[in-house]
T-cell receptor
């Protein structure tokens, strides 16, 4: 079990640039979640996938945010035209839904974004 | 709708003392409840979970929590604090049906003094 991995771990960018983050879930997990976490707060839900289907995206923070999971495996989160307010930790989590499973989410280490 | 309230943004204890971190929830349907721990610059690690089985749940590192429906609480305890327990702790609620999107509390920072 290799756990959830995220790359890069840190990203520094200039305002207005686009950034993309990658998440590789635990291999047998069919759900994948993206969260944003700012200092002193709990994770804030952004979007999630079941297999390749994006089931909830209304909580993405703006139309500058988008996510994909093209083959139901890894996922990417893209932020276009970054703003300083986008500076945060972006967390990915995965889980398994099916049978008696209870959707316990396992988190990756996060990607810390700094927008200058 | 569902929500989580963690009472106390910071809790300070001495090494060896009892740890008590408070979590109250609201949910219109039977909840699933979780406690996670986060060390600096790391993701969240699952400590324990309640999913409608036993109301007293034991987790890793001697942590445990008790689901009390009448009090809508799921407080986290540990009999004896260790320096390595210093971290941020998050309580989360989700539902036994529906879209499984959890709601997290704002977190409680546990400080352990030698």
């Amino acid at each position: 079990d290799t756990g959830v991995s995220q790359n890069p771990r840190h990203k520094i960018t200039k305002r207005g640039q686009n950034v993309t983050f990658r998440c590789d879930p635990i291999s047998e997990h069919n759900r994948l979640y993206w969260y944003r976490q700012t200092l002193g707060q709990g994770p804030e839900f952004l979007t999630y996938f079941q297999n390749e289907a994006q089931l909830e995206k209304s909580r993405l923070l703006s139309d500058r945010f988008s996510a994909e999971r093209p083959k139901g495996s890894f996922s990417t989160l893209e932020i276009q035209r970054t703003e300083q307010g986008d500076s945060a930790m972006y967390l990915c989590a995965s889980s398994y839904i099916g049978g008696q499973a209870t959707d316990t989410q396992y988190f990756g280490p996060g990607t810390r974004l700094t927008v200058l | 709708a569902q929500s989580v309230t963690q009472l106390g943004s910071h809790v300070s204890v001495s090494e060896g003392a009892l740890v008590l971190l408070r979590c109250n929830y609201s949910s219109s349907v039977p909840p699933y409840l979780f406690w996670y721990v986060q060390y600096p610059n790391q993701g969240l690690q699952l400590l324990l979970k309640y999913t409608s089985a036993a109301t007293l749940v034991k987790g890793i590192n001697d942590f445990e929590a008790e689901f009390k429906k009448s009090e809508t609480s799921f407080h986290l305890t540990k009999p004896s604090a260790h320096m390595s327990d210093a971290a941020e702790y998050f309580c989360a609620v989700t539902r036994s049906g529906g879209s499984y999107i959890p709601t997290f509390g704002r977190g409680t920072s546990l400080i352990v003094h030698p």
